[in-house]
C-alpha cells in the first residue's frame, strides 16, 4: 500500500483531546465485548446454562453502546479529513464496522428470546460473523495508524 | 440500517396481517387450532393505557344480565371468597417484586408492564363486604387481615380459614359472622416464593371433604429463562394434608395455573392455566382443564401434549410422551386467571351447569384478546359447546383498559361476583329481571 500522506503531514484526528484520537481510545470495548459475547454464547451451547446466555445479552448491549459512540467519533475524523477518505482502509474499516453493529443489534434482539433460541443457532452464528468480521475491519483500523499514520502526531 | 429498520417494519406488519387474518373461535374449545411457533427479533406488544372507570361507567353484559359495583376504590382486588354466611372476602393484592434485573431486556419489560398495571402501592389485605338486608349495596366494609405478603388463594374449611400468601399458607381462626381477625395465624406451610417469584398468585381450594388443600404454585419464568433449579416445585398444583401441613406435587407441568375449583357434578379438580408467551399471537392457547392426580401437562418442554418448545434444552421425551392434552382452549394470551362454577339457579337458565372465566386480558399480541368474562357450558361435567362472553367493556372504545377482572365467584343469593384488579371495583352481575 502507497503511503497517502503528503509533504510530511499526518492525516489528522478531528475529534482528539490534546492530540490523542477519541475513536482508538473506545474501540477496545466493543471489540472485547463482541469477542466475549461469542465466548459466552460457545459456553452457553455447550452447557446451555442460562447466566451464559445473561452474559451475551449484556456483553452485546454494552458492546453496542460504546461502539455507537466510538463510531461516532470515527465518523467525524472520517468526514473531517480528506486525507482519511482517500484511504481504502477507511472505507473498508468503515463499512465493515457498520455491519458489526447492525448485525450485533440484531444479536442483541435475538439474546432478548428466551432461553436455548436466545442463542443457538442464530445468535451465536451471529455472534461467530461479527467477531471475523472485526478481524478484518481491526486489520484495516491498525493499517490506518501503523501504516498510513493517521491521528498519528507529525 | 435504513434496511434493518425497513426489514423490521415489514415483519412487524406481517405479523400483524397474520394475527388478523386468523380466526380466535378456532382456538376455543377442545380441539384448538394450532399454528407453528414463531420467534421474533421484537415480539409483538400492545399494552392497555389504564384509565379506571369514570363515574358511573359499568361493563357491559350479556341480555338478561344486569350489573352493579358492589365495592369500589379497592386497592388491587384480585380473588373473592363467599363466606357461609354471605360475607364477602376481597383479596386485595400486589406481586411482591422480587424479581431481579438479570437481563437487558428485563429493564425494558419491567418499563413496559409498570404501564399495565397502573400505580398504587396498598393493598395485601383482605376487605370484607357485608350486605345485611339483602339489597345488593353492602352496608358493612371493614379490613378483614391486613399485613399479609402478596396474598391471592383463601379457602375456609370449618372454623379454619386459609390464606395462601405467596410465600406460605396461613390458618386463621374464622369466628362465623366476625368482621375482623387479629390473631397473626400460623403458617401451615411453606411455599415456593422468592428468589424471583416471577408467577407469584397462590390459587388456593379445599377439597369437599376437607382434608386436602390444594395450591397452583406458578412457573418461576416465563419458558425456562431463569434457569431450572429456579422452577422446583413450581409449574405445578401441590396437594397440602391439611392437618400435617405435608404436600406432594398432585399435577405438574402447569405453568401458571390459577382459579382451581371443584367442579360440583364430578367433585374433579379444575383450573385455569396460563401459557407461554412469545411464540406467536395465536400460540400457546390458555387453557381450562380437569387436573389429573399426577398429571404431567408439558411445561416447560410442550404444549397441548406432545408439541415441543424449541426453547427449552435439555428436552426430555420421557416426560414429553406423557404429557396430558388439557380439556379445552380458551385461545391465545387471554391471561385467565379466575373461575368459578355457576351454582344456585338466580342467573338466567342459560347460565346454569358451566363455569365462569376471569380472563385478564392479552399483553403479547397486536389485537387485545381477554379483558373479558366468559360462560363456558358444561354437560356431565366436561365442557359442551363454545365460550360465550358474559361481561365485555373493560376496555372502552379507544381500547384503554377501564378495569381487569381477575377472580370470580358466585355469592350466596345465586349472583356473578368479579374482582377488577385495574378497575379497583368488585362488579356483581345479577338477572334483569
Redesign the interface.
Known amino acids: 500500500m502507497e503511503r497517502l500522506a503528503t509533504n510530511g503531514t499526518n492525516p489528522r484526528s478531528t475529534a482528539s483531546i490534546a492530540g490523542h484520537p477519541i475513536h482508538p481510545m473506545l474501540i477496545p470495548f466493543p471489540i472485547a465485548c463482541f469477542v466475549g459475547a461469542l465466548i459466552t454464547d460457545i459456553v452457553y451451547w455447550r452447557t ?4 451464559w446466555s ?1 452474559f451475551s ?2 456483553l452485546l ?1 454494552v458492546g453496542l453502546a460504546v461502539g455507537a459512540v466510538a463510531a461516532v467519533f470515527g465518523l467525524i475524523d472520517f468526514l473531517g479529513s480528506r486525507a482519511i477518505r482517500a484511504q481504502g482502509a477507511a472505507w473498508a474499516h468503515m463499512i465493515g464496522n ?1 455491519l458489526v453493529l ?1 448485525l450485533s ?2 444479536n ?3 439474546h ?7 442463542v ?1 443457532p442464530t445468535g451465536l452464528i451471529l455472534s461467530a460473523v461479527v467477531v471475523l468480521i472485526l478481524l478484518f475491519t481491526g486489520w484495516m483500523g491498525w493499517a490506518m495508524v501503523y501504516r498510513h499514520r493517521v491521528g498519528v502526531s507529525p | ?1 435504513t434496511r ?1 429498520a425497513l426489514l423490521c417494519a415489514s415483519l412487524l406488519v406481517l405479523a400483524g396481517c397474520q394475527e388478523e387474518s386468523f380466526d380466535i373461535q378456532s382456538q376455543i374449545g377442545p380441539d384448538p387450532v394450532l399454528p407453528e411457533p414463531q ?4 415480539p409483538p406488544m400492545k399494552i392497555a393505557k389504564v384509565v379506571g372507570w369514570a363515574q358511573g361507567e359499568k361493563p357491559n353484559v350479556a341480555s338478561g344480565l344486569k350489573v352493579e359495583a358492589l365495592a369500589t376504590g379497592l386497592e388491587s382486588p384480585r380473588n373473592l371468597l363467599v363466606l357461609p354466611n354471605g360475607d364477602v372476602l376481597v383479596v386485595e393484592s400486589r406481586g411482591p417484586n422480587l424479581e431481579p434485573t ?4 428485563d429493564l425494558i419489560m419491567g418499563w413496559i408492564m409498570s404501564y399495565a398495571h397502573g400505580e398504587g402501592s396498598g393493598g395485601n389485605r383482605i376487605t370484607l363486604l357485608r350486605d345485611t338486608n339483602g339489597d345488593g349495596v353492602p352496608d358493612v366494609r371493614t379490613v378483614f387481615l391486613d399485613n399479609l405478603f402478596s396474598p391471592f388463594g383463601v379457602a375456609l374449611v370449618g372454623q379454619d380459614l386459609y390464606v395462601a400468601n405467596t410465600d406460605a399458607i396461613i390458618r386463621y381462626p374464622y369466628v362465623p359472622d366476625e368482621t375482623k381477625i387479629s390473631s397473626p395465624g400460623t403458617k401451615l406451610t411453606d411455599l415456593p416464593g422468592g428468589p424471583i417469584d416471577h408467577h407469584w398468585t397462590k390459587s388456593l381450594v379445599a377439597s369437599p371433604d376437607g382434608s386436602k388443600l390444594y395450591v397452583g404454585v406458578g412457573s418461576n ?7 431450572m433449579e429456579a422452577e422446583k416445585g413450581r409449574a405445578a398444583i401441590w396437594e397440602v394434608d391439611r392437618a400435617s401441613g405435608r404436600s406432594r406435587i398432585f399435577a405438574s407441568g402447569l405453568r401458571n395455573p390459577n382459579g382451581l375449583t371443584f367442579e360440583p357434578q364430578t367433585g374433579a379438580l379444575w383450573a385455569v392455566i396460563n401459557e407461554r408467551d ?1 411464540l406467536g399471537p395465536n400460540l400457546v392457547p390458555d387453557y381450562m382443564t380437569s387436573v389429573r392426580e399426577n398429571g404431567f401437562y408439558g411445561w416447560p418442554y410442550s404444549y397441548y401434549g406432545q408439541h415441543l418448545d ?5 428436552q426430555r421425551p420421557d416426560l414429553v410422551a406423557t404429557a396430558i392434552v388439557p380439556d379445552y382452549a380458551l385461545s391465545s394470551h387471554v391471561a385467565p386467571l379466575g373461575m368459578a362454577f355457576s351454582t344456585g339457579d338466580s342467573l338466567p337458565p342459560a347460565y346454569r351447569g358451566g363455569a365462569f372465566v376471569g380472563e385478564h386480558g392479552s399483553w403479547d399480541r397486536y389485537h387485545f384478546n381477554g379483558y373479558k368474562v366468559v360462560f363456558v357450558p358444561f354437560k356431565d361435567g366436561r365442557p359442551n359447546g363454545k365460550a360465550q362472553d358474559v361481561v365485555t367493556g373493560f376496555l372502552n372504545e379507544k381500547e384503554d383498559a377501564r378495569g381487569r377482572p381477575v377472580g370470580v365467584a358466585i355469592d350466596k343469593s345465586g349472583a356473578l361476583l368479579i374482582a377488577d384488579d385495574t378497575g379497583g371495583v368488585v362488579w356483581r352481575v345479577t338477572s334483569a329481571q
Do not use: C, H
Open positions: 446451555a446454562e442460562m447466566m445473561t445479552a449484556w448491549t457498520i447492525g443489534l440484531i442483541a434482539f435475538v432478548s428470546r428466551d432461553a436455548w433460541t436466545s443457538v | 440500517m434493518l420467534q421474533y427479533l421484537l438479570t437481563r437487558p431486556k419464568s416465563n419458558i425456562t429463562e431463569n434457569g412469545e424449541p426453547r427449552v434444552m435439555p
